[in-house]
């Protein structure tokens, strides 16, 4: 990793019911994130969190998408402070935080120009206020960046740099009646969990890699831990069983920096969804702090 890398803390917590994931930012750092980058070889500057007022002082507002306006105010901030890094030509690290905040981490990345999406998430994230059960954003940031559905009329939300055929979405094992049939009839790629276990995490990360990374500018990695089995991170509100173990998440990540060094295809990342009241002993936020080292290219020899 040549660039150096610029974490922008998020502590967002509005696109979730549970509490707590706002701390997540904090917990990474605390995990010695840095000295882990270090480690890697890269040179981290860190910006500091961004102002996010507590949940609890303002009105949920619409059921259908609650907090929108605050998500609308924090993302518009987030995406003008990625663009930023970019344009000083660092490697902007976005740590959640709900994964709702990777509407403005790609909003920026794809701010003039074109990328593609690796998406690490145990569920899709492919909602609508039109289709959510629950109206938490966190469960709808995919498809704001694509502009589905009401979100089409959303230009903050929208990433005009991003296209269906670049988003690969990779180890999902739980969706929604309306995401399956959404995703499948997409140009998305999508990998299934059971595609990991027949074909192994590598092979799949690889493709992924090409998907996203196929005539475009570059590849924003979006990574929920809770894309890890909950037996490896535990802090986390959404678990789902059978996740990916923690070497499978460590050689994915070790894939991406395999691929950045030959082809500098990593423009952006988000390491979101760590919630440290769930955790056991800051275990979940010392793996995404160990899992960033290994995007970044942090090697064994």
Not at 182 to 211: H, K, Q, Y
Request: with cysteine; net charge negative; proline share 6%.
């Amino acid at each position: 990793m040549t660039r150096p890398v610029q974490i922008i803390g998020a502590p967002m917590d509005y696109g979730a019911d549970r509490r707590g994931v706002d701390m997540g930012p904090s917990a990474i750092r605390y995990a010695d994130l840095a000295q882990k980058l270090r480690s890697a070889g890269v040179d981290p500057s860190d910006s500091g969190d961004l102002l996010v007022p507590r949940a609890e002082e303002r009105d949920p507002g619409d059921e259908a998408a609650k907090f929108l306006p605050e998500i609308e105010d924090v993302c518009s901030r987030l995406a003008d402070e990625v663009a930023g890094a970019i344009a000083e030509d660092n490697l902007p690290l976005v740590l959640g935080g709900d994964h709702a905040v990777a509407i403005g981490s790609i909003a920026g990345s794809a701010r003039d120009a074109d990328v593609g999406v690796v998406w690490f998430d145990a569920h899709g994230d492919f909602n609508t206020p039109e289709s959510s059960p629950s109206g938490n954003v966190h469960g709808m940031p995919l498809a704001a960046a694509l502009g589905q559905g009401d979100f089409a009329e959303m230009p903050w939300a929208n990433a005009p740099g991003l296209s269906e055929e670049n988003v690969a979405l990779v180890g999902l094992r739980k969706l929604d009646d309306h995401e399956r049939r959404a995703i499948r009839d997409s140009d998305m790629t999508a990998f299934p969990m059971s595609e990991i276990d027949e074909r192994g995490i590598t092979a799949v990360t690889e493709d992924a890699l090409d998907v996203a990374s196929a005539g475009t500018d570059g590849v924003h990695v979006s990574f929920d831990v809770d894309w890890l089995d909950p037996d490896e991170a535990p802090g986390v509100g959404t678990p789902v069983r059978g996740g990916a173990t923690y070497r499978e998440a460590h050689a994915a990540l070790e894939a991406v920096a395999e691929r950045h060094r030959s082809d500098g295809v990593l423009r952006s990342m988000e390491l979101v969804e760590v919630n440290p009241i769930l955790d056991d002993t800051n275990r979940t936020a010392d793996i995404a702090a160990e899992l960033a080292a290994s995007a970044m290219g942090k090697r064994i020899l």
